[in-house]
């Protein structure tokens, strides 16, 4: 929560991965992704399956020559 609160002091562009609901997250992202579970494993998963999905875009926005 500090870091994102650092964050929008300085303008960025902020991006949290959570869990249900948000928590206290919720109102300072920009870009929330909640998974809509209480159970951490589920949430885990779900989050790792997302990792892949950015770092799969980023990849292809470097080959590609364009920027995300």
Same mark, same amino acid.
């Given at each position: 929560v500090n870091a994102l609160e650092a964050a929008r002091a300085r303008s960025m562009t902020t991006i949290g991965l959570t869990g249900e609901g948000g928590g206290?997250?919720?109102?300072?992202?920009?870009?929330?992704?909640?998974?809509? +579970? *209480? +159970?951490t494993p589920a949430i885990q998963q779900v989050h790792l399956c997302l990792y892949h999905c950015f770092c799969a875009?980023?990849? *292809?926005?470097?080959a590609d020559g364009t920027t995300a």
């Open positions: 206290r997250m919720a109102q300072l992202c920009d870009h929330l992704f909640a998974v809509p +579970s *209480a +159970s875009g980023v990849e *292809a926005a470097i």
